[in-house]
Structures are given as structure tokens and as C-alpha cells.
């Protein structure tokens, strides 16, 4: 019994790690963005449904990558789940086909338009593992691509015309040149001597955490003289905060980086960048009045944190 339990944890584990199981509290925030920017209706099972739609969708790209990774895992790390045996790879093709079905099974119950984002989002997803992945500037701008594609379905998923704020321009932007940043230093992490490029990643990430803070605050407020200290409302300050902390720990990364790089450093620096996405995503909804879905978003920072120091983000 105690065999069959033990082995059970360790075949749990191995999908757990898989899956990266800390980057999926990273997902529904961009949905749920999209969402209420477009006047969705919190009430309707539409949020619900894009939520998962986005999730599955984020399960197939990260079981395809390591299946496409194969022979490099084999190489650069063994003791991924695929390349040590603690997942077959048949079970990962299935695993990958049910969240597939699933995405857009979900995506179609929100609607035409959101099933139709999902299949592009699927169709980019395989085309980045299976050709893109490995080229150098087009592989990180295609998954960013893959995260603004998330945020989209959320906004088709509303089934509203109505804009409830401009934030959601410079949102997309940011989240495509962040997203590339973080891509470029991710991929070169296992190559010794592609420092440089992991630092110019860096600064991407950095630079465009900074323009945030700026670019959101101008945005949402109407207020002409900064001065005016009464017209900042709760939900903006929240939203400053917020990006406050996503820049200082962009930058904190960085100067790590440049103090003290070695190619161990790269892989924490990339999993708190991905996971900083959720302070990204929280303050892009205060920014847009939306508090309470603000608060939610920030609290899965927490589960987040706590699953990254036992589990795989890069």
C-alpha cells in the first residue's frame, strides 16, 4: 500500500511539475480583464467559461512545449517528467488533445468569436513549439502573442461593444513587450554564455514595467494637475502600488542579474517574471476602476509564491 501511495505522490508530482503548476494562477487574469474592460456582465457564466477556456488552452501549450523539448530535455535537463520516464509521452499527447477539446468546448460557449480566438490561440501555440519556438526574436513575439490572444478572448467572450476604459490599449502593448522580454532571457536559460541576452531581456522587462506606472496612472485618471490628491481614487492608488512593486522587483532582478549572473540565476528570474504578471493583471483592472476584481487577482500572487518554491515556472 504504502508503495502504491508513494508512487501515486511521485506520478502527481511529475504532472504538477509538467504543467507548471504555478504559472496557471498567472492565466485568468488577462481574461478577466478583458472581460470587465468590455462591460462584462459579472453575473454570466461567460467569465466563467473563458476562465477555463483560457486555462486548458494554457495546459496545451505548456504539455506540446515539453513534448516538442524532448530530445533537448534529454540533453539539458533529465529530470524534466518526460525525459526521466515519470510521464509517457502517449500520456502526454492525450493529456495535450483533452485540453485542446476542452479549450474550445469552453471557448464556444461563450460565443463564435471567442471559439474562433481560441483556435487561432491553439494554432499558435503549436505553431510556436513545433517551428518557431527556437528562432531568435520571432520565438518570444509569438508567445507574447499567445498572452495578448488570451486577453482578446476574454474581451469577445463580454459580448458587449461598450469600452469602459482606454487602459485596455496600453495594456495590450504591455503585456506583448513584457511578454517578449521575459521570452528572449527565456530562451537562451540553459546557454552558458548568452548573458547578454538574457540581460537585454531583462531590461525590456524592466523598462516596461516602469512606462506602466505612468502610461496607466495618465489613462485612467482625468485628473489635469497631479496635484489634485482628492480626484486619485482608491482604486487607483491600489493600481500605483501595485505597479510599484511590479517594477521594483523587475528592477531588483535585473541588478541581480548584472551583479551576479550565472546561468543558475536565469530560471528564478524568469519564474518571478512570469509570476509578476498577476501584479501586472491586477493593477491594469484598478486602474480601470474594477477594485474588487483587482483584490482577487493580486491574492493568487500568494498560492502562486508558495507552489514556486516546490514546483517548475521556466
Known amino acids: ?33 478583458g472581460y470587465l474592460i468590455m462591460n ?19 495546459s496545451f501549450g505548456l504539455i506540446t512545449n515539453d513534448i516538442a523539448d524532448l530530445e533537448t530535455d534529454r540533453r539539458e535537463r533529465p529530470d524534466r517528467p518526460l525525459p526521466s520516464g515519470l510521464i509517457k509521452v502517449p500520456a502526454a ?24 480566438i481560441a483556435m487561432v490561440l491553439l494554432l499558435v501555440i503549436t505553431g510556436y513549439n513545433s ?22 478572448m476574454g474581451v469577445f467572450a463580454a459580448r458587449s461593444i461598450v469600452l469602459e476604459s482606454y ?7 504591455f ?25 537585454a531581456g531583462g531590461w525590456i522587462v524592466m523598462i516596461s514595467s516602469l512606462l506602466w506606472i505612468g502610461v496607466g496612472f495618465y489613462l485612467s485618471s482625468n485628473v489635469d494637475d497631479i496635484s489634485v490628491m482628492q480626484e486619485i481614487t482608491p482604486s487607483m492608488c491600489f493600481a500605483i502600488c501595485l505597479s510599484a ?23 528564478p528570474f524568469i519564474g518571478e517574471s512570469i509570476r509578476n504578471l498577476i501584479l501586472f493583471q ?29 514546483h517548475y515556472q521556466s
Open 93 to 116: 499527447k492525450f493529456a495535450a488533445g483533452i485540453s485542446a477539446a476542452a479549450a474550445l468546448a469552453f471557448a464556444l460557449m461563450c460565443g463564435p468569436r471567442t471559439f474562433t
Open 40 to 58: 462584462g456582465k459579472i453575473d454570466s457564466p461567460n467569465l466563467m467559461y473563458v476562465i477555463l477556456s483560457v486555462l486548458t488552452c494554457y
Open 1 to 33: 500500500m504504502d508503495a502504491k501511495v508513494n508512487s501515486f505522490k511521485i506520478t502527481m508530482k511529475a504532472w504538477l511539475n509538467l504543467l507548471r503548476v504555478p504559472n496557471y494562477f498567472t492565466v485568468p487574469g488577462d481574461a478577466v480583464f
Open 245 to 267: 512593486i511590479l517594477s521594483l522587483s523587475s528592477l531588483k532582478n535585473l541588478i541581480g542579474l548584472h551583479l551576479n549572473y550565472s546561468p543558475s540565476r536565469v530560471p
Open 175 to 199: 503585456l506583448v513587450i513584457y511578454v517578449f522580454g521575459l521570452s528572449v532571457s527565456a530562451q537562451v536559460e540553459t546557454q552558458e554564455d548568452r548573458k547578454n541576452t538574457v540581460l
Open 167 to 173: 487602459i485596455i490599449y496600453p495594456a495590450l502593448f
Open 282 to 310: 491586477a493593477s491594469a483592472c484598478a486602474f480601470a476602476g474594477f477594485m474588487n476584481a483587482a483584490f482577487y487577482i493580486a491574492l493568487l500572487y500568494i498560492p502562486a509564491w508558495i507552489l514556486s518554491r516546490r
Open 131 to 152: 517551428m518557431f519556438k527556437h528562432v531568435q526574436l520571432l520565438g518570444p513575439l509569438v508567445l507574447a502573442m499567445c498572452r495578448m490572444l488570451g486577453l482578446i
